[in-house]
Structure formats: C-alpha cells, structure tokens
C-alpha cells in the first residue's frame, strides 16, 4: 500500500456537511470491516463538540491533532474555502491530504500545492475519488464493494471510469495493491510521476494500471519515469478540440493534449495502450506472463 | 471563458499596459463621431468569439476616407459563421518589431508558466515546433505576486527593458483575473513606445461569478441549461445521445461508440449521486436534439442508487429508445422497474454501446 495502511488515523475536513457525514459513515464501515482506524475525528469550523458517527468533530486541525494520532486527511469542504483547508492541514503537520472538492478555481489550487509543498506534505487531488488500498485503507468516496486485494496499482484522472477498470480487474480475478484517483483538474497535487514512484518502492504492487484522458501530458510523463511495467488507457479520443469534457482539465487546447497524441507517445515509451476498458485485465495478464 | 479583444485590452489597459487608443462600435454609423481619435490610419477588427479571424477576413485596414464604408462591409460578414456584432475601432501602429508574450497554468510544475520570444506576429505553434530554442520560459511562485527582477530580466534577454514591466503587469491580470492565459500576440514596439497590439485573456470557468459574470458566454444554450441541473453538456453531431455518470466514464462511453462505428449526440455527465428528478431532466434535454434515435444510459452507482436512475428514466417518458446499463448501490430495484416498463438492459458498457450502434445505424 501507498500513503496509509490500517494503522493510519484520517481526519475529515467539512465533517458536518450533508458529503462529510456520509463518507465518514461508509469510510468508517470499511475501517471495521478491515480493522483499520479509519477516520478518527472531524473538522468544521464553529461545529466542534459535536459527533459525526461518533466520531468527534474539531474547530480546527490543530485543536485535533493535539487530542489525535493524524497523518491523513480527506477534505470535502466547498470551493470557495477547499485551498484554505489544504493550507491549514499542511501548516498542521499532515502527510497526505485528499481533496475531494470539485470546482476549486485553479489558481487557489497552485497556492494551495504550492503551500503544501513547501510544508513537506502531499496532496492528492483536488477533484478525485480519493485512494482505497483493499484490506487497509480508503480515503475518500470510492465504493469498497468492487475491489479485491492483489498486486497491481491502479492510477487514474477519473472515478467512475476508475471503478469500472477495478470492476473489471476484480471480475477477471485480478486484485488490486492501491487505487488511487489523482484528480480531473488542469492543476492536481500527486501526479503519476509521483504516484508511480511510490508504486515502486511498494513491495506489494507488480504492476501498474495507468487511466488517463484528454488534456496536458502527464501520462506520458508518468510512463516515461519508470521501468514498471504499465497497462494503459486513455478516454476521450472522441472529444473535440477546445471543449471541456466534464473535467475541468479534460480539454484539448492549442492542438496539444488529444488522446491519439498521448496514445502514440505512451506506446512509443513501450507502454501498450488498452483501445477500451474491457480489454485492460487481459493486457495486465500479458505483463505478469512477460515479467 | 475567453474574453473579447476588447474586453481583454480594457483590463491590461487597467493595469497599466499601453493598448492603441480606440472604441468600440456596434454600427457602421457609430464610428464618424470618434475617428479622428484614430490619426490617418486604422484597423476594424470583428469581435467574434472564434480563434483565427484575421484570415477568415475580420481585420480590415482602413483610412479616414473609407472607414465608414470598410466598416459596413465588416458588419455585413460572416466570420467563420458568427455574424459581426461588435468590431474594435484602433489606430494603425507604425510597427518597429512584433513579439509574443504569454501567461499560462503549467500542469507539469503547478506554476505559472511565462513565455516570451522575438518572434511574434507569427502561430506560436509553429515558432515552437521550428525555432524551440528562440521562445524564452520561466515558471514563477504561484505565492508571490511578482516575478522577481532576475527572471524577468530572463525573460527579455535583449529586447526593451520596459518589457520586462510590461510581463509583470500582465503577471498581475494573470493572478488577479483568474485567468487560464493572458497573451499578447503581438507586443509591438513602435516609435512613440511599446503596445499590446492584440490581447486574449480566458478566465476560469470556476471563478467566474468571483470575477462578476453572471453567465459563460462560451457555452450554447443548450450547454447552459444543462448547467443549470449540474450537468456536464458538450453538443457533438452524432445520433445517439449519451448520459453517463462521471466526466471520465462518459467520455469512455463516447469512445467505444466511434469504436463500433457510430457516432454520439452529445456528452452528458449527470454527476455523482444524481436523483430522479435530475436523471429525469437529463433524459429528456438529450432526448430534445432532433437527431437523436437513441439513447444509452451507462451509469455505475457507488453514491448514486439505481433505482432514482430508473425511475428518472421511467418519468422522462420519451419516444426514442432508451438503453440502459445499470450497475451499483440498488441495482437489484432499478433493473427491475425497468424491466417492468419493458426497457432493454444490458451488463456491461461494450454491449449497450454495441446495440445502440445498431438501432442508430
């Protein structure tokens, strides 16, 4: 596993919201299932005192951190106020911080990384699933019934699109080490370069399943950085140039970012390239017969 | 959303940027009153919200003697299909040498990247494929609200120093607008000074009510209505419409159509944990484009619960076909009250997507 194992105490930033309460219910459900601690206490500012699934909410990081064993945190608080929430758990000593929040203007976004980065911490997102390594830990949204413990990472700019590789995987008999979503925005903390290199200093993970899609070059990036053996796919080699699709960094601008580019480069870096999801479990067989 | 000309020469005007004085107008008959403003030569630029419209013909020179004329002419065209509403009045530059400057959000390092070359006037694209080593960049701190005086004077190596000003000027409408890009193209020097010949500015769609637009222009109407429910809408040209959950299981949705040799309607994310009001609303919108035959619904429910899907489905109540692959959190009750009003289902996403190719075709 990458970023958290069972022993990992995870804070929830926005814990009272309508998001916040119900993701600490199933994240909490999970963390019994597995005998993880799961999340162990809840931030929203003016709601401290209160509980959340009994677990107990905080004004402030601070004020929790001091009562709490913290090294995590998943964030679900509205854009308008996500950064500031990346900021003040970096500032508070927290590893890895999983925001959630979709909609967060990109130039917050660049402050907040910037921020974390220079605190020593690592963000993962914003506008992503979050991160679920089976048998551990999840942080974050995914659906814990679709996945089954094994050998191979899974990275990728979406959510759903990723539950359906793992539905996939895990149907062919195929377990996962972590899967992890980076996030659908132009700006995203953790990207495949950095979660590739924790893939290869984790014992678990074999192989990796990278799942991009239009916009920027951050695939061809993460292949290019490893020697790991990677299945990859890529959505959107339908999209028109120019428009925005759903993603906020889904977009094909100034003729570059389109899926055949990204698709050419990733196959010229010996990386084989799945045409649709359905195909991916037996591209990941070939690997493990080759490796 | 992308600003017009002048709406973009207006802010970095603002922020201290020389622009060529001008006006805009809206009729041909606007423009006698304010020409003598423009000295002995001007330039009539069409403001139209599409890329390459000095050679679809949208930028006409002109002198005091035919201005009125010439503008005529460019309020009876069509650039690249848009009618011509608005057109930028300037005064014709006496140009000593054209450079390009730009301000973009660099996904690779998280920072803003800032480019800047001799070589402007011209397609940046192709400067950058042909003559890489003659575009200067630099990213800078996202935390700081200038770029410090070394970089700049990186940037613009032998050109004008007042340049390196003008980058830091626009540095500030970069951060301050929320803008995605800010560009110059051309930043032209001239006898009486440097001036943003032209100007772009695209602000993020995610700030814009923090910036004061009350709606993105850039959108169809279409588009626009579905913002409204919370979807993710982009209008294509095919004949089978599309709702998917999740921007990325859409778009593979759409992929595996062209896969099998058909072609989508639309792109249509209803979001996550949609209820059967919105999944109601978003059938019908799709349902509403007169090409659509079809209408595949590919939703894997974690938050969102099957049976809100199905019942959406059910009250939308439209005469297309509606295919639907249904997976998740109560998947059980909404397969069947489909199955009860006699919906075709399928299990995965490569055979709802396969039949739908054929009832289209």
């Known amino acids: 596993m990458i970023y958290g194992d069972r022993k990992t105490g995870v804070l929830v930033q926005g814990a009272t919201g309508k998001q916040g309460e119900f993701h600490i219910g199933l994240m909490n459900a999970y963390a019994k299932q597995v005998g993880a601690r799961g999340v162990v206490a809840g931030v929203t500012p003016g709601k401290g005192g209160k509980e959340v699934h009994g677990v107990p909410v905080y004004n402030t990081v601070k004020d929790a951190m ?3 064993d913290i090294s995590a945190s998943v964030i679900f608080v509205p854009a308008a106020a996500a950064a500031d929430s990346i900021m003040e758990e970096a500032n508070a000593g927290i590893q890895t911080i999983v925001a959630i929040t979709e909609h967060i203007p990109v130039h917050d976004t660049m402050k907040a990384i910037a921020y974390a980065k220079m605190e020593g911490c690592s963000v993962i997102g914003p506008n992503c699933p979050g991160l679920l390594s089976p048998g551990e830990v999840k942080m974050g949204i995914m659906p814990s019934g679709l996945f089954s413990r094994g050998n191979v990472g899974v990275i990728s700019r979406s959510g759903t699109l990723t539950y359906e590789v793992v539905d996939e995987l895990t149907r062919a008999g195929i377990g996962q080490s972590t899967v992890i979503g980076i996030g659908g ?3 995203i903390g953790q990207t495949f370069v950095d979660v590739i290199a924790r893939f290869e200093n984790d014992p678990q993970t074999k192989a990796v399943v990278l799942i991009g899609e239009v916009g920027g070059n951050l695939e061809e990036e993460g292949a290019n950085a490893t020697d790991m053996p990677i299945v990859a796919y890529i959505a959107g080699i339908s999209a028109p140039p120019d428009k925005r699709m759903g993603h906020a960094g889904a977009i094909v601008e100034g003729g570059e970012g389109d899926a055949r580019s990204k698709i050419a480069r990733l196959k010229k870096a010996g990386v084989p390239v799945a045409s649709r999801p359905s195909e991916i479990p037996a591209m990941v067989r070939g690997l493990f017969k080759s490796c | ?8 020469k207006k ?9 060529p004085a001008g006006f805009l107008i809206r009729s041909a008959d606007e423009l006698p009153a304010h020409i003598a403003e423009l000295g002995d030569k001007c330039v009539l630029k069409a403001q139209v919200d599409v890329g390459g419209r000095g050679k679809a013909g949208g930028i006409l020179m002109a002198d005091p003697t035919n201005a009125v004329a010439t503008a005529r002419e460019l309020f009876g065209k069509k650039i690249k299909g848009l009618p011509v509403k608005e057109v930028l009045a300037e005064e014709r530059l006496d140009i000593q040498h054209e450079y390009y400057l730009s301000i ?7 920072q803003p990247l800032i480019l800047f070359t001799d070589a402007g006037g011209v397609d940046i694209e192709i400067t950058a494929k042909e003559h890489p080593d003659a575009i200067r960049k630099v990213t800078a701190n996202p935390l700081m609200r200038d770029i410090p005086p070394f970089l700049l004077r990186e940037l613009v190596g032998t050109a004008p120093k007042e340049i390196g000003g003008i980058i830091n000027k626009l540095y500030r409408v970069f951060l301050e607008k929320d803008a995605l890009l800010a560009e110059i193209n051309p930043l032209v020097t001239t006898t009486k000074g440097v001036f943003a010949a032209d100007a772009k500015i695209i602000v993020d769609d995610n700030a814009l009510t923090r910036q004061g637009f009350t709606v993105n222009r850039d959108l169809t109407d279409r588009e626009r209505e579905a913002e409204k429910y919370g979807f993710s809408y982009v209008e294509l040209d095919g ?8 921007a990325g299981l859409t778009m593979s949705t759409l992929d595996l ?10 792109f249509l994310d209803v979001g996550g944990g949609a209820e059967s009001e919105r999944v109601m609303h978003a059938v019908r919108l799709v349902a509403s484009v007169p090409p659509v035959k079809v209408i595949v619904v590919n939703l894997l429910g974690g938050i969102t619960k099957c049976d809100e899907v199905a019942k959406g489905i059910i009250d939308a ?3 297309q076909k509606v295919i639907v692959r249904l997976a998740g959190t109560n998947e059980a009750e909404g397969r069947a009250m489909l199955r009860a009003k006699g919906y075709e289902m399928l299990n995965t996403m490569d055979l709802v997507v396969k039949k739908a190719v054929e009832v289209a075709a």
């Open chain 2, 317 to 319: 109540n439209i005469h």
């Open chain 2, 257 to 266: 159509i062209e896969f099998y040799g058909g072609k989508a309607a639309n």
């Open chain 2, 239 to 246: 004949a089978i419409g599309v709702i998917g959950n999740g």
């Open chain 2, 104 to 110: 973009t959000v660099d996904r690779s390092t998280k």
């Open chain 2, 11 to 19: 802010v970095i005007k603002e922020y201290g940027i020389p622009v």
């Open chain 1, 185 to 187: 925005d132009p700006v």
């Open chain 1, 66 to 68: 001091r009562d709490h």
């Open chain 2, 1 to 8: 959303m992308k600003l017009r000309e002048y709406e973009a």
